[in-house]
């Protein structure tokens, strides 16, 4: 060719695959799908008579379930983690948009009286997902706890999930440690944020002059002055 590819030019992202669908309701489900570089996407679908139409389509947001009911509950981050857990035979929940979600009251209404474990994904994100939610079942719940998947693993790659995790030790060797981190794993308590003393207003600080009386100071020494300026010496 005359002219060189511009080698600047950004190539177009290879299509992903489809790699799973989970179903929220009769009328609605999520679609994730996975690029050869590791990283996903997700799309909602809905039903409108018979088929299926991308889009929420004003379909009401609702928790992703095991379908198992215990007094013992586990919130994850994503369906997948709830299929996990569902195999180890546990109950468990996700919220639909992973830790981006927003907290809705009517989610809280599973989890009432209920013991609570929240198992954080091993990133930022994850960890401070894990406090909001636990802050906003404080009081719904009888029990609420963060479980630290690095108490158990401290080689836990980062972003590493509870599926990672049970892909790594095993289905016994997880629920073995699911049970111990029940046990060591304190009650969570929101974090107290130190407090902001006010700084005075430096402007009230100043004191009244204080008058020196018939104090005698000694003369100014106006010879060590230039010439032009000895004159205003008092």
Excluded at 87 to 110: N, T, V
Aim: with cysteine; aromatic share 10%; glycine share 6%.
């Amino acid at each position: 060719d005359a002219y060189p590819p511009d080698q600047n030019k950004e190539l177009p992202k290879p299509k992903p695959k489809f790699e799973a669908e989970y179903l929220y309701s009769p009328n609605s489900k999520k679609i994730k799908l996975r690029y050869p570089d590791g990283s996903k996407s997700c799309f909602w679908q809905h039903l409108k008579g018979t088929e299926w139409v991308n889009g929420r389509g004003g379909e009401p947001l609702t928790l992703f379930s095991s379908g198992i009911e215990s007094n013992e509950v586990f919130i994850v981050e994503g369906e997948g983690d709830v299929l996990t857990l569902k195999s180890l035979g546990l109950s468990a929940y996700s919220l639909p948009d992973g830790a981006k979600s927003k907290w809705l009251p009517q989610y809280a209404d599973p989890f009432k009286g209920k013991t609570v474990y929240f198992i954080q994904d091993n990133d930022k994100p994850g960890k401070e997902f894990a406090q909001m939610l636990a802050a906003a079942l404080q009081g719904n719940a009888s029990s609420v706890k963060v479980f630290d998947l690095t108490d158990a693993d401290q080689d836990l790659p980062q972003k590493a999930d509870i599926t990672d995790f049970c892909k790594k030790w095993g289905k016994d060797e997880t629920l073995a440690t699911l049970q111990a981190l029940s046990q060591t794993t304190d009650e969570w308590e929101p974090k107290i944020e130190p407090e902001l003393h006010e700084v005075p207003n430096q402007s009230e600080e100043w004191k009244v002059p204080v008058s020196l009386g018939d104090i005698i100071l000694p003369e100014f020494p106006a010879g060590c002055l230039p010439e032009a300026m000895r004159d205003y010496v008092l």
